[in-house]
């Protein structure tokens, strides 16, 4: 591999490629929503997976292009770099993606599902305008606050129900506060936090599928589910980007495993969440052996052999369910 990641691409090895195209965030994320799905014994209706992994595949590149623009660090890492080179085809890429998505979510996918992805959605977009400007003081200035009260009309103009939009309002609030408080920004806005929120809402978005189809579920059950693959997302972001943090987030994660595992063992939990600790509990053992095994891989080669960590799981439920 080149030392300089402005050398020519071409000689890349083949597995850097996927990270280079941003396509390892949506090979996950579809992954998961199938173990899930495999998991609860429910079907996968069409659309759904290429409309996540579009969606997924939009805010990476987008969170790319963004960092790649504002950032001012030399050298660049080789996927950022790459994004910065090729921005104008990423842009078309993304636009013509971004009409898939629009026509799925309009014509294929249920109704009820589109307005949940749709404040997913809204969620990801303040992701985007928190965290990946770089500290630009024109983009925090300007184009926040105009996309946030922009956004407030929108979501006020859709046949959303009221707690929806009420607690989209209170997200954009609390935008445009990180915005004129500069303190304040400064504290919420570091890499950790980044990789918390990062982790979230990924976890949100491979959960969406099964969580639409079962509605009626218990709400304890639903936020186990969400909670254990995001101990096991954010112990991934924490370990690529803050590594200090990453012990914090597999000692949580490994504790919130014990603990589902035990109930599930003494049927005070259902045994499909024990399965899922127990494929949670492989993904954040691999990754604690990556940490320890880190030293002679380069940062690209961490970064793959952490994302097959996270897809370790997945082989585990479609196994065991």
């Not at 080149?2 to 597995?15: D, E, G, Y």
């Not at 965290?131 to 606050?145: C, K, Q």
């Not at 943090?245 to 259902?270: D, E, P």
């Amino acid at each position: 591999m080149p030392a300089n990641p402005t050398s020519s691409f071409r000689n890349h090895p083949l597995w850097l490629w996927p990270h280079l195209l941003s396509l390892e965030a949506p090979i996950v994320a579809v992954a998961w929503t199938l173990g899930l799905a495999r998991l609860h014994h429910v079907p996968v209706m069409p659309g759904v997976l290429s409309g996540l992994g579009l969606c997924v595949w939009i805010v990476y590149v987008l969170d790319r292009l963004l960092d790649g623009l504002f950032t001012q660090v030399e050298p660049m890492d080789v996927r950022h770099e790459f994004h910065k080179r090729w921005w104008k085809l990423f842009l078309v890429a993304l636009a013509c993606g971004a009409a898939v998505t629009t026509w799925l979510a309009l014509n294929v996918v249920p109704a009820a599902l589109m307005w949940e992805c749709l404040g997913l959605g809204v969620l990801m977009l303040l992701y985007l305008a928190v965290y990946a400007s770089g500290g630009s003081r024109w983009y925090h200035h300007l184009m926040i606050p105009a996309s946030s009260l922009g956004a407030l009309v929108v979501v006020h103009s859709m046949p959303l129900p009221p707690g929806f939009q009420i607690m989209v309002t209170l997200l954009i609030l609390g935008v445009l506060c990180l915005v004129f408080f500069r303190r304040l920004r400064m504290l919420v806005t570091t890499p950790l936090a980044k990789d918390v929120v990062g982790g979230m809402l990924f976890a949100l978005g491979c959960t969406a599928w099964t969580r639409f189809v079962q509605a009626d579920g218990d709400v304890p059950s639903s936020a186990v589910e969400l909670f254990l693959p995001a101990c096991l997302f954010i112990s991934n972001l924490t370990g690529i980007s803050t590594r200090a943090a990453q012990g914090r987030w597999l000692a949580m994660g490994f504790g919130l495993v014990a603990g589902v595992c035990a109930l599930a063992a003494t049927g005070r939990m259902a045994s499909s969440l024990g399965v899922l600790a127990q494929a949670c509990g492989i993904g954040l053992i691999l990754l604690l052996v990556l940490n320890w095994k880190r030293k002679p891989l380069s940062p690209e080669a961490y970064r793959v052999w952490a994302d097959l960590a996270v897809l370790a799981p997945v082989v585990y439920l479609w196994i065991r369910a």
